[in-house]
Structures are given as structure tokens and as C-alpha cells.
């Protein structure tokens, strides 16, 4: 029973990934629903996303071709963040974390319905160097929690690349896909990784990034992103209540 369960949430978790790069916000209730504690949770899915990471990296091979010189900027920047994110998860006391998620899981839904802002075209040095700090705090982010963690990229990533939107898409596909294992990598050196679990929510999340990009060319997209986010909004609701009250 477990296992079917947790396939179903990863499934559902990929389609949200999908839509609106917001697969924790399924996810991570769902595994605390079924027992785990706030930081055994956000482990475990963590490292089941490498499995779609690892799906759409090879998804985006085509995109990436020309992209390598952007990618050695970008890549180690956010696996320096990515590493010490995946420490602060274990440094700081798990209390802290549960008092922090509902926060994180807000800001996501706000990210995710603000309008996207215009790609400039031209962009000036100073502009350029916050960007590159941003991509390492969201590297960071994306180690501790990182729901969202994707959309932010993207702002970024509009920026930064020279590259069209499809490119830079695959660009934050193959960083977090690695920004994932580095962080299962910190994660399996300081608690026990639950593989009974990760393993069908993981094969979850492969079936729901390959569905989602089926279901997104006949959806309203916008109406799909406004339902997830508000979802959001109500989950983060839920657990500031569960965490202060």
C-alpha cells in the first residue's frame, strides 16, 4: 500500500514539476502525512527528484550542446550553495526548519503567479554579478529545501544567458539535477537515506515529468499554475498553524 501511494504522489509531484516547477509542494505534505519527521521528509524527496533530474537532463541534450562555457559558470556557483544548504539542514535545529518551511512554501506560490519579468537586452556588469550571487542563493536555498528553487533559476538564468529560453530552460534542468545528487551525496553522510521510500516516489516523479509535457500541450496553463499556487498558499497556511500555533 505504501509503495502504490508513494508512485501516485511522486506521479503527481512530476506533473506539478512540470507545469510549475513546484513538484515539493505534493511531495513534501504528503511524506509528512504519512509519518516522516520535517527534515527526514525534505530529505526524501530531495533525493527521489534525482530520478526526474536525471529524465530531463537527457530530455535537454539537445539544448545543451552549445552551452558548456555558460554552464561552467553557472554549475559550480550553484553547487557551492547547493553544499552549503544541504549542511545548514543538519547544522540548525529541526525545530527551526519546521518554522521555516511554511515561509519557503509562500514565497514559492508568490514566485510562481507574479508575472514574469521582461528579458532586458542588454544587461551591465554590476546587474550581472547579482545575478551570479543570486544563482549561489539559490543554490543554497535549493540544498536546505527548495521548493521553487527552479523558478527562481529562471529569473535568473533570463539574466544571465545569451541563450534562448529552451536552452536556458536545459541549462537549470542539468544544474539541479546535479545540485540533487550533491545534495543526496551531504544527506547520506549525516542520516540514513529511506531507499524503501525514495525508490517508487522517485519512479513517481520519472512518470510524472515524462505525462506532464503530454498534459501541458492541451491544458490552460496559466488556470493550472493559479490552481497549484493557490493549493500552495493553503498548505503553507496549514503548516505556520501546525508550527506556531
Do not use: D
Amino acid at each position: 500500500m505504501l509503495i502504490t501511494i508513494l508512485i501516485i504522489v511522486g506521479i503527481l509531484g512530476g506533473l506539478c514539476q512540470t507545469i510549475a516547477g513546484l513538484a515539493s509542494l505534493v511531495s513534501y505534505p504528503a511524506l509528512l502525512a504519512l509519518g516522516l519527521s520535517p527534515i527526514l521528509a525534505n530529505v526524501t524527496n530531495t533525493v527521489s527528484l534525482v530520478f526526474s533530474g536525471v529524465s530531463s537532463t537527457f530530455a535537454s541534450l539537445k539544448e545543451l550542446k552549445g552551452s558548456k562555457k555558460e554552464l561552467s559558470l553557472i554549475l559550480p556557483i550553484t553547487l557551492i550553495g547547493c553544499i552549503s544548504g544541504s549542511l545548514l539542514l543538519f547544522v540548525l535545529p529541526e525545530n527551526i526548519f519546521k518554522k521555516i518551511v511554511p515561509f519557503f512554501i509562500l514565497f514559492a506560490a508568490i514566485a510562481e503567479i507574479l508575472p514574469k519579468p521582461v528579458r532586458p537586452n542588454h544587461v551591465g556588469v554590476g546587474s550581472e554579478i547579482l545575478s551570479f550571487f543570486g544563482v549561489f542563493l539559490v543554490g543554497v536555498y535549493s540544498g536546505y529545501f527548495g521548493a521553487a528553487a527552479g523558478v527562481l533559476m529562471l529569473v535568473l538564468l533570463g539574466v544571465i544567458s545569451k541563450f534562448s529560453f529552451a536552452t536556458y530552460n536545459a541549462e537549470k534542468n542539468f544544474t539541479f539535477a546535479c545540485a540533487n545528487i550533491i545534495s543526496s551525496i551531504v544527506y547520506g553522510l549525516h542520516t540514513t537515506l529511506l531507499w524503501s521510500w525514495i525508490i517508487p516516489l522517485g519512479c513517481g516523479f520519472f512518470i510524472g515529468g515524462y505525462l506532464g509535457p503530454i498534459i501541458v500541450r492541451h491544458a490552460n496553463i496559466k488556470l493550472l499554475k493559479i490552481i497549484i499556487s493557490l493549493g500552495a498558499i493553503i498548505l503553507a497556511g496549514t503548516l505556520f498553524y501546525q508550527a506556531y500555533l
